[in-house]
C-alpha cells in the first residue's frame, strides 16, 4: 500500500499537486454551468443550457465557432458580396484600362487615408453609441424576464409558506406565469397565417380552453394585454385568499400583491422596448453614413490596389493585399455592428442568439415544484429544533 499523500495547504502554492489540483478545479469549474452544481449534458436534457465558453472564446478556437454569432447572417454575406462585386467593378477595368498618369489621378494612399479617417472616425463613435445603447436595452429586456420569473418564484414561496398548500393553486401559479412568458415569446415568433399566441397556449397545456375563451373575450388579439391579464387573476386570487382571513393581516396582503405586480410590471417592461425603438432619425443617420463610407471607402481602395497593381515600380503584392484587406475588412466590420444590433432589438425572436424560451420555462417549472413540496421534506435539522408553524400561534 501506498504512503498517504501529504496535507497540501495554501502554504505551498508551488507544489506539483497542488497545481494538477488547481487545473482540474479549474477545468472542473469550466463543465460546470452557473445554473448550479450540474454538468451541462444534464442541463441540456432538462432544458436549462444555452451558455457558451468564455475561456474557448480568447484562445485559436474562437475561428471555429459560428453557431449563434452574426457569422450566421445571410445579410451580412449579401452586404459583403455587394461591396465585392463594387470592387472588382471598379478594380478589374481600371487595372485593363490604366491609363498614363492613373497614380497622379488617384493621389497619394497617405491623402485617401486621411480622407476616409473623418469618416471611420465619426461612424465609429455612432456606432459604439448605438451598440452600447442596444446592449442595455437588451439587458433591461432580459431583466424584465427576471422580474416575471421572480415575481412567479416569491409568490408561490409566500403563498406555500405563509398562506394555502393547496396544490391546485400552487400549479395555477406556476402555469400562469410560464403562460405569459410563453405568450411574449409566441408574439414575436408569430408568423402570418400562424394560430394565436393564445391558441399555442392551449396546445402547449399552459391554459385551458376556457381560460383561452376568457382572455379573447378581455382582449381578443393583444398577447401582451392577455399575459399581464393572467397576473390580475392571480392578483383576484390574493385578495380572495385575504377575504377568507389565510393572509396575516393587511401588510402581508400587500406585500403578496406587491409580488403579482412584479410579474406583471415585467411584461410591462418587455411591451415597452420592443414597442419604443431607437428614434428613427438616428438609425436612418447612422445606417446611411455606414453604407456611404462603405461605397466610397470600397471606390478608393480599389483604385488604390490599381495604383500598386502597376507603374513604374511594379506590382507591389503587400501594397495590393493591404489596401484589398481595408476595402472588404471595414465595411464587414461596420456592417456586422449593424446586423448585431439588428438582432438584439428583439431577443425573443427564436433566432440562435435570442433568449431561450425553453431555459426560462424550465426554470420556472423545477422551481415551482420544488418551492410548493418544500415544507413537506423540511431538514430532521429544523424539525427538531424548531417548534411547528401551527403552534406559535397559540399560547
Known sequence: MSAPSAVLSESTPLSDAASKDKVKRVKSRAEMSSYGLVSKEVEKDEGVSKVYDVN???????????????LHSSTLWKETAMMALVYWFVFGPSYIWRWKGFSEFVGKESTIRAFIAMFSTLIGLLLSFYTALNLGRWWQMRMAVQAIQEGSKKLTMMVSQGVTQDKVLLQTINRYARASLYL??????????????????????????????????????????????LWVWLGNVVTRLHDQGLTKGAPHYCLLIATVDQGR????????????????????????????????????????????????????IVGVFRVSVRAFFMPFLYNALLVLNAE????????????????????????????????????????????????????
Open 184 to 229: 411574449i415569446f409566441q408574439a414575436s415568433q408569430m408568423e402570418p397565417g400562424e394560430d394565436a399566441p393564445v391558441i399555442k397556449a392551449v396546445k402547449r397545456g399552459f391554459l385551458t380552453q376556457e381560460e383561452a375563451d376568457n382572455l379573447q373575450k378581455l382582449n381578443p388579439h393583444m398577447a401582451f394585454v392577455q399575459a399581464e391579464t
Open 344 to 395: 438584439v432589438t428583439d431577443p425573443f425572436g427564436g433566432d440562435d442568439g435570442d433568449f431561450s424560451w425553453s431555459n426560462f420555462d424550465s426554470n420556472l417549472a423545477m422551481s415551482g415544484k420544488s418551492y410548493a413540496k418544500a415544507s413537506n421534506h423540511l431538514p430532521e435539522s429544523l424539525k427538531a429544533h424548531f417548534l411547528p408553524i401551527k403552534s406559535e400561534q397559540g399560547p
Open 56 to 70: 474557448t472564446l480568447i484562445t485559436w478556437k474562437v475561428f471555429g465557432i459560428a453557431s449563434g454569432t452574426v
Open 265 to 316: 410590471s415585467g411584461i410591462c417592461d418587455v411591451q415597452t422596448f420592443l414597442e419604443t425603438p431607437i428614434p428613427l432619425g438616428y438609425v436612418h443617420l447612422l445606417c446611411l453614413m455606414v453604407k456611404l463610407h462603405n461605397l466610397i471607402l470600397t471606390v478608393l481602395m480599389a483604385m488604390t490596389a490599381v495604383m500598386h497593381a502597376g507603374g513604374q515600380h511594379g506590382f507591389d
